[in-house]
C-alpha cells in the first residue's frame, strides 16, 4: 500500500479574522510532522500511584505545548505591539515565551499541531 504523506504544511489559523486578511498578511504557521517515536514521548498514559500501593489508576498525558514546540519550523506576519515597539513572532520559542501573545491563539495553533497528519489526499479521516 502507498499512502501519499507531505513533510510539510501550512497552517494559517482563524483567530482575530486572521482568514479574512489578503492571503500576504495572514499569519502562516509552517510546521513538519512527528514520527511515531516522538508522538510517543508527547502523548502516554502513566500508572498514578497513591501512597504506596497502585489501585491501577492510569494519567493520560498530552503534551500539546510540547508538540507545538517540536513541529513548528517558523512563523510569518505574527506580530505584536509592545509599548510603542513591533515585536516579530517568528519561532514556537518567541510564541510561548513572548509576553502579550494571545492565548486564544496558542490554544488555536497547540491543538492544530496535536492533531496534525502527514497523510494527502482522499483518506477517510480527511
Do not use: W
Request: hydrophobic fraction near 35%.
Amino acid at each position: 500500500m502507498r499512502i501519499p504523506v507531505s513533510k510539510e504544511k501550512t497552517f494559517e489559523p482563524s483567530y482575530g479574522g486572521n482568514l479574512e486578511l489578503p492571503v500576504s498578511e495572514r499569519v502562516r504557521v509552517f510546521h513538519r510532522f512527528l514520527t511515531a517515536a516522538e508522538r510517543n514521548k508527547f502523548i502516554y498514559t502513566k500508572p498514578i500511584k497513591i501512597g504506596a500501593a497502585s489501585d491501577g489508576s492510569m494519567e493520560f498525558v498530552q503534551d500539546e505545548e510540547g508538540i507545538t514546540r517540536a513541529i513548528i519550523n517558523r512563523i510569518e506576519n505574527l506580530e505584536l505591539e509592545i509599548n510603542g515597539k513591533t515585536m516579530k513572532i517568528t519561532t514556537a520559542k518567541a510564541l510561548y515565551e513572548t509576553e502579550g501573545v494571545p492565548p486564544a491563539l496558542v490554544r488555536e495553533i497547540e491543538m492544530y499541531c496535536f492533531t496534525a497528519s502527514p497523510e494527502v489526499g482522499k483518506l477517510p479521516l480527511e
